[in-house]
C-alpha cells in the first residue's frame, strides 16, 4: 500500500481526487462525480462506506472502495515514514489506510446522502436487494414506485446516488452497464429532485 500511494503521488499534476477501487467493484462515475462536486479537494477527507465506527477512528471498508482528496493523499503520503500508525504495520489494506489517515490528520469519514444512506455499498447486489436471511422482503418496489406521484425514498435499501458495488462478478458487470447506461424504459422518468445538504 505505501508504495502505491507514493507511485499515485508522484502523477498528482492537476488531480483533485483519488478513487481506489477493487478490481470487483462497479463505479458509478456519475454519481462520483456529483458526490464530489459538493467537496473540496483542499480539505483532507477520505471518504467511504464506514464499516467500523468507534472511539478509536472510523474504519473505511476497502470493498467498497473509497476516495481520497488531494489534501489527504498529500498528508498520507508526507507522514508515511514519520507516523508510527502509517508505518509497515500487520493490518489489511483498509483498515491500514483509515488508521494512518486519522493519524496524518485526515477526517475519515461516510458519504451519507440525503436520505442518510451511504453512497459506497460493500455488499453484493445480491445482499443488499434480496432478502433476509430469514427470507423476510429487505423491500418492497410497488411501495417505492418511482412512475407514482407519491412514493417513499427512504423505503430503499441503498442510496439512490449510489457510488459503487462490491463483489460484481464479469457477468452482473455486463448486466450493470446495459441497466444502468443502455435500458431505457418507456414512459419512466425521474421525478423527484436531490440537492446536496447544506
Not at 7 to 34: C, G, T
Not at 157 to 181: N, Q, R
Amino acid at each position: 500500500m505505501r508504495e502505491t500511494l507514493r507511485a499515485v503521488y508522484a502523477q498528482k499534476e492537476d488531480i483533485l481526487f483519488y478513487l481506489k477501487a477493487d478490481y470487483n467493484n462497479y463505479i458509478i462515475m456519475e454519481n462520483v462525480r456529483y458526490m464530489l462536486e459538493f467537496e473540496d479537494p483542499d480539505k483532507p477527507f477520505l471518504l467511504g462506506h464506514v464499516h467500523a465506527p468507534g472511539p478509536h477512528g472510523d474504519k473505511i471498508s476497502g470493498s467498497a472502495g473509497y476516495v481520497l482528496s488531494r489534501k489527504a493523499l498529500k498528508l498520507v503520503v508526507e507522514n508515511l515514514d514519520t507516523v508510527k500508525e502509517c508505518g509497515m504495520l500487520d493490518r489489511i489494506e483498509d483498515e491500514q489506510i483509515s488508521v494512518c489517515a486519522e493519524a496524518a490528520g485526515v477526517e475519515v469519514r461516510d458519504s451519507f446522502d440525503f436520505l442518510g444512506k451511504s453512497r459506497f455499498s460493500n455488499v453484493t447486489i445480491e445482499n443488499l436487494l434480496g432478502p433476509y436471511p430469514n427470507n423476510t422482503p429487505r423491500w418492497y418496489p410497488e411501495e417505492s414506485d418511482y412512475t407514482m406521484p407519491k412514493y417513499d425514498l427512504h423505503k430503499l435499501p441503498a442510496s439512490p446516488l449510489l457510488v459503487s458495488f462490491a463483489g460484481i462478478d464479469e457477468t452482473m458487470m455486463y448486466v450493470l452497464e446495459y441497466l444502468l447506461y443502455h435500458l431505457r424504459p418507456t414512459g419512466i422518468t425521474h421525478r423527484w429532485r436531490y440537492q446536496q445538504p447544506q
